[in-house]
């Protein structure tokens, strides 16, 4: 790897930062022929920082997902129903004052079909989303049961597996993650560190 090369992925991560939206970058490039490596950080961060995952997240839910398909410890087309309380999803689907909650599937949830509201992006009581206030540096947790409090009661945008739909929500992906924990008996961090981090030596990762 040249002086060059390493100038020019230094200076690409110091252009990423002059956005207004982005904070920090490091940026990592590996030359195969050479065996070299060559890692560049700018803003307030640095290679050896945490950041957050964000939707790199649900990527790591579909793989556990998959491989307990694969295992036969659930299905896709079986309904989240059969795996989650109905006291806490009772009524998270209604359009058209028709509740259609139960016919959300594994597979509805995703492939982001199931026309759930994106709680992420919601406005809340103060009039901004959860995702401005994390952009704004003001973290919170948002467990479950508070994501679909800010769901529940608002119409669904279609119905489960409406042909030629889907939105993005990561209100599907938090009930794979409950689903996940209800199938496996684990809790979400220990099964996703014994499905995906420990195999691969991902010592440095986390969600």
């Known amino acids: 790897m040249t002086n060059l090369t390493v100038d020019l ?3 690409q991560a110091g252009r990423m930062c002059r956005s207004r939206h982005v904070y920090g970058a490091v940026l990592a490039v590996h030359h195969a022929p050479e065996n070299a490596r060559c890692v560049a950080a700018a ?3 640095r290679p050896e920082s945490r950041f ?3 939707s790199v997240t649900k990527l790591v839910i579909t793989i556990v997902v998959m491989r307990m398909v694969e295992r036969g410890q659930l299905a896709l087309d079986d309904p989240m129903a059969r795996y989650l309380p109905a006291d806490l999803i009772a009524g998270l689907h209604v359009m058209r004052g028709v509740d259609r909650t139960g016919q959300i599937t594994i597979r509805h ?3 982001s079909q199931t026309g759930l509201r994106d709680s992420f992006s919601l406005k809340g009581p103060d009039g901004r989303s959860h995702m ?3 952009m704004a ?3 919170s947790a948002w467990p479950l049961e508070r994501t679909l409090e800010a769901v529940r009661g608002l119409p669904a945008r279609f119905a489960p597996g409406a042909p030629g739909k889907v939105n993005y929500s990561d209100t599907n992906y938090q009930l794979l993650g409950r689903i996940l924990e209800t199938v496996s008996g684990k809790d979400l961090p220990r099964l996703l560190a014994n499905e995906v981090f420990a195999p691969l030596g991902l010592r440095d990762t986390y969600i």
Request: no cysteine.
């Open 52 to 54: 957050f995952a964000a």
């Open 132 to 134: 401005a206030a994390l």
């Open 43 to 45: 803003g307030d961060l």
């Open 109 to 111: 949830l995703i492939s």
């Open 9 to 11: 992925v230094q200076a």
């Open 137 to 139: 540096g003001e973290d």
